[in-house]
């Protein structure tokens, strides 16, 4: 489904990625996927193993990382995928590994 609001407002997620998410090159294949969906935001490793990302687009956009991030890149294994739409007025400018 398609429509003015679905591709035209945009919606902020905060992403939480856990699993087998660090050293397999999870950070840099997201950054390539979101540049190809031209999704906004940051992907970064935390402490504690998982990988945290903010990804900015429209609803249709958000949805496909949304649907990548489930599986991420071949080496990684993804066990759990939570998501949170965050308002903010803040807008990104580009995708960035942090």
Do not use: C
Not at 25 to 51: K, P
Not at 64 to 83: I, Y
């Amino acid at each position: 489904m398609t429509g003015p609001d679905l591709d035209s407002r945009l919606e902020t997620y905060h992403v939480r990625v856990r699993g087998t998410v660090q050293g397999v090159g999870f950070r840099h294949a997201t950054v390539r996927q979101a540049h190809a969906l031209r999704i906004r935001g940051y992907v970064a490793n935390l402490e504690d193993g998982s990988v945290e990302a903010v990804i900015q687009g429209t609803a249709n956009q958000v949805d496909r990382m949304l649907s990548w991030l489930r599986h991420g890149p071949p080496a990684a294994r993804v066990t759990e995928v939570v998501s949170e739409e965050r308002r903010t007025e803040k807008r990104y400018e580009r995708f960035e590994q942090h």
